[in-house]
């Protein structure tokens, strides 16, 4: 059997395995790359366009990265952190444009007002608190707060149509957020990438098994038509969405046992109106029903998706057994082990009036759905939204101090203590903070690449490396400046062309 030999061996061919991709070829253009993808095509799972919010989370709008003390203090730690990491990934895109290796970045950005709104005294009296201390950082300073039902009807037209204002109301604006197409990213990224010598692609390739030989890793692979091929590689990478867990799990990494998976499904409202989607020109986060998990924070927003604008509404969440949108019911079964099993029962006892609400959740018609949307758009058209399936997303679930099992929404790196593999677990904030994931990825495992010349290149993509921008308020300006007119963001439309125009003029 031929053995392929590579550097470093990507699984996965979303947004995380593109990102470490383009961060080690641009950093090292000597060392070899090899991505194994069992789709067709690159970013087809959950990095796919409608498969995700597109949002780029910032910490702006999502009102359950900041929640409220007891004794009434908004914690503001997570949306600082949130915030400083998706600004690396605008300046990393930044600096793939101004080098070229990205040609157009409105294929895959476009600017959208981030905004939070709310309903009654208290939940306003909240959204008031929460922009007073989020607006004392630099990175939040411009930060807008408005109750007066002239401001709302300015900043929200298509939501306060036909709605009573007179009960109490608030939203929060930040007009630089944005709205990502992370699937178009990931193709312009690999397009780019497919003209690189030192990188391979090997689409339809499952990966069977993971072994240890010596101080390699020996990865087999199956391919329909090629069969049973083996790559051995220095460095393995596992970014492959929700299947991450089983296959470090086939790997036998000691660093996950006690691990388990908490899959979620999600559905979407989508209407495809463009003049709707352009009026509205927002994406606007609300407070979640009492019981759901933060990944079911409602919101209703302005996408763009190959150049066309249209609008989203939800996610609805539900229960699930498929680690991947159209792999296997057995996976979550499939993930038990020994020594993940007690964790795993523990949540599934604590948690488990929010496995009901997902279950009800899965099961709420297409009437019930439109409903809940009502709450956001009074004025809407039932005949205009139709149902689309989101992608999946496995929580984790680990072992917490006391040697309980913990339910973890968020992301994680797991590395071996030899820190020849890693992997990516978890779902939000996923791939807005692709690059400082992929950075914390290089940093414990390919250090040598964050030193001497390959630092000074890291440093031209990324200027703010290395430094706090929460406290530095003259290196927010000139990154934002930097980053807002490289990506086109600055005073851009949703419609700039034309045949663009008329279409939003006609609607769809």
Known sequence: M?????????????????????????????????????????????????????????GYCELNYTPQQSNGEIEIERALGINARFEESLQFWSGLVHKGALSEPTDFINPVPHMSWVQGKE????????????????????????????????????????????????????????????????????????????????????????????????????????GTRTIEARFVFVGAGGCALPLLQKAGVEEVRGYGGFPVSGIWLASENMKAAATHNAKVYGMPPVGAPPMSVPHLDTRVIDGRPALLFGPF?????????????????????????????????????????????????????????????PSVQPGEWHLRRAGQRVQIIKLD???????????????????????????????????????????????????????????TLIPSYGHSLDDDLDLVHSVRRY???????????????????ELLQTGT
């Open 123 to 226: 939940n306003v009296n909240y959204l008031k608190s929460r922009q007073k201390a989020l607006v004392m950082h630099p990175l939040f300073e411009e930060m807008e707060y408005a109750d007066d039902p002239a401001s709302l009807n300015e900043w929200l037209p298509l939501m306060m149509a036909g709605r009573d204002m007179e009960q109490p109301m608030a939203a929060t604006r930040v007009a630089h957020g944005t709205d990502i197409n992370f699937g178009e990213l990931t193709r312009a990224m690999g397009e780019h990438l497919s003209h690189e010598d030192s990188v391979d692609y090997w689409l339809s390739t499952w990966v069977s098994d993971l072994k240890k030989v010596g101080d390699r890793w020996h990865v087999t692979t199956k391919h329909a038509l090629a």
């Open 483 to 501: 980053t807002l007119e490289t990506l086109a963001l600055d005073d851009r439309k949703l419609a700039e062309d034309p045949e663009q125009e």
């Open 317 to 377: 969440a539900g229960f699930t057994t498929r680690f991947l949108k159209k792999s296997s019911l057995f996976d979550l079964i499939n993930s038990i082990r020994s020594h993940n099993l007690k964790p795993m029962l523990e949540v599934a006892r604590e948690h488990w009036a929010l496995t009901r609400y997902l279950i009800k959740e899965a099961m709420s018609s297409g009437d019930q759905r439109v409903e809940q949307l009502r709450d956001f758009l």
């Open 401 to 459: 101090k006391k040697g309980r099992g913990k339910l973890q929404f968020g992301t994680e790196v797991i590395k071996t203590a030899d820190r020849s593999l890693a992997g990516l677990l978890g779902a939000s904030p996923g791939a807005s903070v692709s690059v400082s994931a992929m950075l914390e990825v290089i940093e414990n495992c390919l250090p040598d690449l964050v030193e001497g010349e390959a630092r000074q290149r890291l440093e």
């Open 2 to 58: 031929t053995m392929h030999k590579t550097d470093v061996l990507l699984i996965g061919g979303g947004i995380m395995s593109k990102t470490l991709a383009m961060l080690v070829t641009q950093l090292d253009p000597s060392r070899h790359v090899t991505l194994v993808e069992q789709a067709a095509k690159l970013g087809t799972e959950s990095t796919h366009a409608w498969n995700n919010a597109g949002t780029g989370h910032a």
